[in-house]
């Protein structure tokens, strides 16, 4: 049993405190929006959250493509890691946005290109759970699992696009709005701030789970390896 | 001594174009082995047609396919109707190698493997155009709609393009795995609905007769799938094939 680094345990405790803190900023030092009033707060968890979906299902995207390439099984792990992460921020950015459109667009949930293509990409992820389960030699999983993800990836700006072809009602806070978005605002200072300290805050969230997970899937191999020279 | 560099060259341009023919070769072989064995047992070409009718003929009763909700989801329901029965095609297609162990056979022959994905997606191809050819008279007659539109076609071309290009790598994973037959329409679908949105959309406004200006988006996004969806395969399918 290899001991926890201390590199990890350190980072456990900032990525707690800058969550503390993340979450005191958009409670108290963000200003209250003028119009959509105390829901809008949603938009920094909101956003930070669709991000690391987004950096998880990269980073899986680049794990699969550096896997093939050196067939080194730790970027399988990394990969499966990124993806399970992202799967879970993804849905976290999603249910966010489905409280936050409730009181602003007056539904839980539209058909919007950013809504369609984040409930594709989920289900592209959860492909890719299917695809893995279903085989049993690790090396073969290993190189399916990166091939899907590479293709998913691929795929996902695709879906953006194709679906952006009809109007949009979303709003785009950074950059400039379609007309027609609805529930769109302008930052100000703080609440900027306190969007990018939360964006910030996340990645370390993503980071310091990543590692656990990566961990996680290092031991297990090592377990298995274990039981099979156990058996012979 | 320029005589002896020109020879060089030549040599070069002449070995680089019989490596192509012979590269052409092989991939005619794979599609003429697969064309060969369907023309004697009618097994998949037979499956995908009758499910096709089928599944028009359940959104006949599903959606009331009256004359005017025709115009506006025909574009719809073909779409379904092709990527249904391109699935059961690709699965099958797949199956029929792994079965008995005609990929292993593939995989030994002195070819380079992306030789193999091609001449695999064009057979897949072939199968899809020979139902979409079918169904759409077929289509046409029953529901008393004009299909015959040069636009409607190149739309098709290039969105079974699309579908095949990934579905012929995604079956040949699926055909690996323990869930086989039910894993691969779940690999394949959310990855080509980009395609299938595209394909639908400038369906449908073809028939409508939309002007170009509101189409072309559409049709520059197929293309732009068809070629980086090719291109990634052409690059993975080595490794998907490898034992």
């Excluded at chain 1, 990543?210 to 377990?223: A, E, F, I, Q």
């Excluded at chain 2, 092709?82 to 995989?107: P, V």
Aim: glycine share 6%; charged share 15%.
């Amino acid at each position: 049993m290899e001991p926890k680094p201390r590199l990890l345990s350190i980072l456990d405790s900032v990525t707690v405190l800058l969550l503390l803190a993340a979450t005191a900023a958009v409670f108290f030092y963000a200003p209250t929006e003028a119009v959509m009033g105390q829901v809008q707060r949603v938009f920094y968890f909101h956003v930070a959250a669709g991000w690391v979906g987004m950096l998880g299902f990269l980073v899986a995207a680049i794990a699969g493509i550096v896997y093939l390439r050196t067939g080194r099984r730790n970027w399988d792990i990394v990969g499966l890691s990124a993806v399970e992460i992202g799967m879970v921020f993804a849905f976290i950015n999603i249910v966010t946005g489905s409280i936050w459109a409730r009181p602003i667009w007056n539904t839980w949930w539209t058909w919007d290109p950013r809504l369609t293509t984040a409930t594709i990409m989920e289900l592209i992820y959860a492909a890719y759970l299917m695809l893995r389960a279903g085989i049993e030699d690790p090396n073969r999983r290993a190189r399916f699992g990166a091939v899907y993800a590479i293709v998913g990836f691929i795929s996902v700006p695709l879906t953006f696009f194709s679906a952006r072809l009809f109007r949009t009602i979303h709003p785009v806070v950074i950059g400039s709005n379609q007309p027609g978005a609805e529930g769109s605002f302008d930052m100000s200072p703080r609440m900027l701030q306190a969007f990018m300290f939360s964006l910030f805050t996340f990645s370390f969230v993503f980071a310091d789970l990543l590692w656990h997970r990566v961990r996680l899937g290092r031991l297990s191999d090592k377990v298995e390896q274990l039981k099979l020279k156990t058996m012979a | 001594m320029e005589e002896s560099a020109m020879d060089v060259s030549r040599q070069a341009t002449f070995e680089t174009r019989s490596a192509w023919r012979a590269y052409l070769r092989s991939i005619w072989a794979v599609v003429w082995k697969d064309l060969a064995a369907e023309l004697r047992s009618r097994e998949l070409l037979s499956a995908m047609l009758v499910f096709a009718l089928l599944v028009i003929l359940i959104f006949n009763f599903a959606l009331e396919l009256d004359a005017e909700t025709r115009a506006t989801v025909t574009s719809g329901v073909l779409w379904v109707t092709f990527a249904f029965a391109g699935t059961l095609g690709l699965n099958r297609s797949m199956a029929m190698e792994k079965d008995r162990g005609c990929l292993d056979g593939l995989l030994l022959a002195p070819v380079d493997r992306s030789a193999i994905y091609f001449g695999k997606a064009i057979g897949n191809l072939v199968f899809m155009f020979v139902v979409e050819i079918i169904v759409l008279p077929v289509y046409s007659i029953l529901y008393n709609v004009n299909l015959f539109n040069p636009g409607l076609i190149l739309v098709i071309v290039l969105g079974s393009l699309g579908y095949v290009a990934v579905g012929t790598l995604l079956s040949s994973m699926a055909v690996q795995t323990r869930t086989r037959d039910v894993l691969l329409p779940i690999l394949l679908f959310p990855v080509v609905i980009p395609v299938f949105i595209a394909a639908v959309k400038a369906s449908g406004f073809f028939l409508a007769g939309r002007e170009m200006v509101d189409i072309w988006p559409y049709l520059n996004l197929m293309i732009v799938y068809d070629v980086i969806f090719t291109a990634v395969a052409f690059m993975t399918f080595d490794y998907v094939v490898e034992e």
